[in-house]
C-alpha cells in the first residue's frame, strides 16, 4: 500500500498538485522467489491438459516475456522460419524482437491455429488451466513470473553477463536483473578457483622439447 501510495502522491506533486512526502516504510522480510528450471517446465508440460497452457511455460521461460505480454502475442507477430516473435512489452512501453529456442519453435509449429497462439480468454482462465497442470503433476506450486525468473537465473549461471540478459528479457536496468535475479552460490569451496592452475586441477604440465645436441 506504500509504495504505490506514495508513488502517486509524489507524481501529482510534480505536476503541483500537491506537495511531495517521504513515507517511513515498515520493515518486512524478503522473500526468496522461485525459479522455474526446464525440468519443471518439462514436467509441467508433460502433466498439463490443454498444449497452449504447456507451450505458454515454455514460451516465458525461453523468452523471459511476462505473462501478459505472452497471452498479447498474435501469430502474426511469430516468424517461425527465422524463430522470432515480436513481444509488446508492457512495464516499458516498447517491443523487442525475442528469439525462439528450436524446442519452443517445433512447440509453437505443433500449436492449433486459433485466434491467438495462446487462446485464453484472460488472465484467469490462464491460471486455472495452469494451476490443474501444477496439481497432476504433482511439482511445486511456482507462479507464472517464475518463468520469467527461470530465464534470468539460468542465463546468469551460464555465465551471460547482466547487460546482455536485461537486453534479451526486455528489462530496464541491468542492476534490475542483478539486484532481483542473482543468487549466491552456497558452495564454500568455490574460492579454490581462484588458485586454479593445470597442477591443481591435476593436468600435467606440457613438457618441453629438448634440443639434440649434434
Given at each position: 500500500m506504500i509504495v504505490p501510495t506514495q508513488a502517486i502522491i509524489n507524481h501529482c506533486a510534480e505536476m503541483d498538485l500537491c506537495a511531495p512526502i517521504k513515507i517511513r516504510r515498515f520493515k518486512f522480510e524478503t522473500k526468496i522467489k522461485v525459479p522455474a528450471?526446464?525440468?519443471?517446465?518439462?514436467?509441467?508440460?508433460?502433466?498439463?491438459d490443454r498444449a497452449d497452457v504447456g507451450v505458454l511455460a515454455l514460451f516465458m521461460f525461453a523468452t523471459g516475456a511476462r505473462i501478459a505480454e505472452s497471452l498479447a502475442v498474435?501469430?502474426?507477430?511469430?516468424?517461425l522460419q527465422a524463430r522470432t516473435v515480436l513481444i509488446r512489452q508492457t512495464k516499458i512501453g516498447n517491443e523487442r524482437s525475442a528469439h525462439l529456442p528450436q524446442s519452443l519453435t517445433l512447440a509453437l509449429a505443433n500449436l492449433p491455429r486459433k485466434a491467438k497462439p495462446f487462446a485464453f480468454a484472460g488472465h484467469?482462465?490462464?491460471?486455472?488451466?495452469w494451476e490443474r497442470a501444477v496439481e497432476a503433476a504433482?511439482?511445486?506450486?511456482?507462479?507464472?513470473?517464475?518463468?520469467?525468473?527461470?530465464?534470468?537465473?539460468?542465463?546468469?549461471?551460464r555465465g551471460v553477463d547482466v547487460v546482455t540478459i536485461a537486453k534479451l528479457g526486455g528489462w530496464k536496468s541491468p542492476a534490475h536483473v542483478f539486484q532481483t535475479y542473482g543468487h549466491a552460490s552456497d558452495d564454500a569451496t568455490l574460492t579454490d578457483r581462484i588458485f586454479d592452475t593445470p597442477l591443481t586441477q591435476g593436468k600435467k604440465q606440457p613438457q618441453r622439447k629438448q634440443r639434440v645436441r649434434s
Open positions: 528450471t526446464l525440468e519443471w517446465i518439462e514436467a509441467f508440460r508433460k502433466h498439463a498474435q501469430w502474426d507477430d511469430i516468424d484467469s482462465a490462464a491460471l486455472g488451466a504433482g511439482i511445486e506450486p511456482l507462479t507464472f513470473h517464475s518463468c520469467r525468473h527461470g530465464f534470468a537465473t539460468a542465463l546468469l549461471q
